[in-house]
């Protein structure tokens, strides 16, 4: 039996986290997988963490894990990844916008590839058009100056091996995280593999990814990661990506 856990990063999820968490439960239930849940409320100012309280309650392998203040996207999934327990680690937002049910592309594709990453990718993406724009600007970046890591880089739905949090270092505690992790896994020779997912329009809530202080920190923890990577590898191995 695989042993899953999943991650689910949340900041004022109240509309979504519910639904989430009983999507996850019903799924994994049914594929009987040995599986935890942990919801991180990244200090929501809604009924998140009362939400989480709630099913904490009712569903025994819930658990949840809070920050006060909030401290980003990456400081969640870090806590998150901190307090997983299984041999596979899922992360998947707890914005209501994929169908958890489709964890069985991810995990057949592990089987399939003996991968160590697995990268959902949007087909096709269900966001406004302004937020496409901003992606594909985002993506070609991180493409020019990491090399090709994933199609969408940002998609925030991934399966990986527990071990590989053993040989990595991830610090960003913002958006980047994603571009760091991912970096890192293939800088030491870790296989990615890509399937496509299933994105639904969010329909409550509201997305964090556009606002300006986000881009900004995200842009100030590329420009870090890039001089670490350089000063740690070189600049020829890190350019190429050699080993």
Sequence with gaps: MKSLSVVLPAYNEEANVR???AEIAGVAQKLGLDHEIILVNDGSRDRT???G??????????RLV?????RGYGGALKAGFAAARKELIA????DNQFHFEEITRLLDCLDETNAAFVCGYRA?????????VNAFGWNTLIRILFGYLTRDIDCGFKLFRREVLNCVTITSDGALIDTEFLSSARRIGCSIEEVPVTHRPRLSGEATGADFHVII????DLWALLQEQIATTGYLKWRFNLR
């Design 66 to 70: 809070e920050h006060y203040p909030n």
């Design 19 to 21: 639904t989430t968490v």
């Design 124 to 132: 096709p993406r269900r966001d406004p058009f302004m937020r496409k």
């Design 53 to 62: 309280r709630e099913l904490a309650a009712y569903i025994p392998e819930f």
């Design 217 to 220: 920190k995200a842009f100030r």
């Design 91 to 94: 992360f998947f937002p707890a």
């Design 49 to 51: 963490g009362e939400i």
